[in-house]
């Protein structure tokens, strides 16, 4: 028995008779072969030479077989050992003893050299795959976390100050990189175009689609101020995407501060959440047209929406409201709303926090499974010289 990975492998047992088989049996694999007496020298060896494996007898002197796992199992620098138990003993209650202990095998005397090769060699075979497993897990690992640092640069790294709105975000990926993506750009003095976009799918795929939409955005030839528009530009851009299973959704929105409106179109995305200054909450009655890289768009709808000083609007992806708890209930659109109305009094950062506490403490520990994000928009002062805006608000009479 060869193997291309060395290992290193301790024999156990208190018979020198038995230290001599094994070893010889073992010559020739490749491994590095050592050898304990007795209990207490086989875990001073063990913690000093860290084995992969131990050929461990049970009925030894003083600290037996069992112990000597027991102390194995309990040791970080050793649990991970693997441990075939050697013995005369045939009785199943003292092999699930020794299995229940960590214990991987257990091989019964008088030893068999076949046995005891054929048996090293898979347990040690199965090491060997489980740390290349690990050791591709942690390079990707550390691939996906350098894409997540570089998706966290294209995303904005501070939002306008502007005295007459205020914007705050949340932003948390599912795993290090994922598909969601936010954006206000200035368009003019009080005027910002807001973007929430959700991208299918998580990981590398949906990150690097998040990222080509946000460089397609950024590269609109004339000013970004007509919602339907640029929903148009953006979905025939991604023109070859069409015939493949990936699709986003996306709000898009231009906010007036100087004139009191909000034009916002949506792809396939849940409309923002309006927070009116007088109170009350209700999603803003746009209507969708199909998510964004399936086909050609149709009429895109688009709203205008009064704004008041002091009204917020929330944008947000469904991670947040399809954030579940341990028994699968969501939290849900009425609470997102619900957990908005209560932050009417708060800036729009500590609103963001409190609303991020609440979704958390709904889970009660329970990760996210989708990437979540919160755009929170709130009118401070309108231009004194604008006229009053006289049309209707939703859920009120125009």
């Known amino acids: 028995m060869t193997s291309a990975a060395a290992s290193t492998i301790l024999i156990v047992d208190d018979h020198p008779t038995n230290l001599q088989v094994l070893a010889r049996t073992l010559q020739g694999t490749g491994h590095r072969i050592l050898a304990a007496r007795d209990g207490r020298a086989a875990l001073e060896i063990a913690r000093a030479a860290r084995p992969d494996l131990l050929l461990l007898d049970v009925m030894m002197p003083g600290m037996d077989g069992f112990d000597v796992c027991r102390a194995l199992k309990a040791d970080d620098a050793t649990r991970d050992a693997i441990v075939i138990f050697l013995s005369a003993l045939g009785e199943v209650s003292d092999k699930v003893s020794g299995l229940n202990l960590g214990a991987a095998d257990y091989i019964t005397k008088p030893i068999q050299a076949e046995e005891v090769l054929a048996r090293v060699s898979s347990h040690l075979g199965r090491l060997h795959l489980e740390r290349q497993l690990r050791d591709s897990r942690d390079v990707l690992n550390r691939e996906l976390a350098g894409a997540a640092r570089m998706q966290q640069l294209i995303l904005p790294t501070s939002l306008p100050a502007d005295p007459r709105v205020e914007f705050a975000a949340f932003y948390q990926t599912s795993r290090h990189a994922g598909g969601d993506y936010y954006d206000v750009l200035p368009l003019g003095p009080g005027r910002?175009?807001?973007?929430?976009?959700?991208?299918?799918?998580?990981?590398?795929?949906?990150?690097?689609?998040?990222?080509?939409?946000?460089?397609?955005?950024?590269?609109?030839?004339?000013?970004?101020?007509?919602?339907?528009?640029?929903?148009?530009?953006?979905?025939?851009?991604?023109?070859?995407?069409?015939?493949?299973?990936?699709?986003?959704?996306?709000?898009?929105?231009?906010?007036?501060?100087?004139?009191?409106?909000?034009?916002?179109?949506?792809?396939?995305?849940?409309?923002?959440?309006?927070?009116?200054?007088?109170?009350?909450?209700?999603?803003?009655?746009?209507?969708?047209?199909?998510?964004?890289?399936?086909?050609?768009?149709?009429?895109?709808?688009?709203?205008?929406?009064?704004?008041?000083?002091?009204?917020?609007?929330?944008?947000?992806?469904?991670?947040?409201?399809?954030?579940?708890?341990?028994?699968?209930?969501?939290?849900?659109?009425?609470?997102?709303?619900?957990?908005?109305?209560?932050?009417?009094?708060?800036?729009?950062?500590?609103?963001?926090?409190?609303?991020?506490?609440?979704?958390?403490?709904?889970?009660?520990?329970?990760?996210?499974?989708?990437?979540?994000?919160?755009?929170?928009?709130?009118?401070?002062?309108?231009?004194?010289?604008?006229?009053?805006?006289?049309?209707?608000?939703?859920?009120?009479?125009?």
């Open 192 to 398: 910002y175009a807001v973007i929430v976009a959700d991208v299918s799918g998580h990981g590398a795929p949906a990150a690097i689609v998040m990222a080509m939409i946000r460089a397609v955005l950024h590269a609109h030839p004339g000013l970004p101020d007509d919602p339907p528009e640029v929903m148009h530009y953006i979905n025939r851009h991604f023109r070859y995407l069409w015939e493949t299973a990936m699709f986003a959704t996306a709000v898009f929105a231009v906010v007036d501060a100087e004139r009191g409106t909000m034009r916002v179109a949506c792809a396939g995305h849940p409309p923002p959440l309006l927070l009116q200054a007088g109170g009350g909450t209700a999603s803003v009655p746009v209507s969708s047209t199909m998510p964004l890289l399936f086909m050609e768009l149709g009429d895109v709808p688009c709203f205008e929406l009064p704004l008041h000083a002091g009204d917020a609007v929330l944008f947000y992806t469904d991670g947040i409201t399809e954030r579940h708890r341990a028994d699968d209930e969501m939290f849900e659109i009425d609470r997102l709303a619900g957990a908005l109305n209560e932050t009417a009094s708060l800036a729009p950062p500590d609103a963001v926090a409190r609303i991020v506490a609440d979704v958390d403490a709904f889970a009660a520990g329970l990760e996210p499974e989708d990437d979540q994000t919160l755009l929170l928009m709130k009118i401070q002062n309108l231009i004194p010289s604008v006229a009053p805006n006289v049309r209707g608000r939703p859920g009120s009479p125009m």
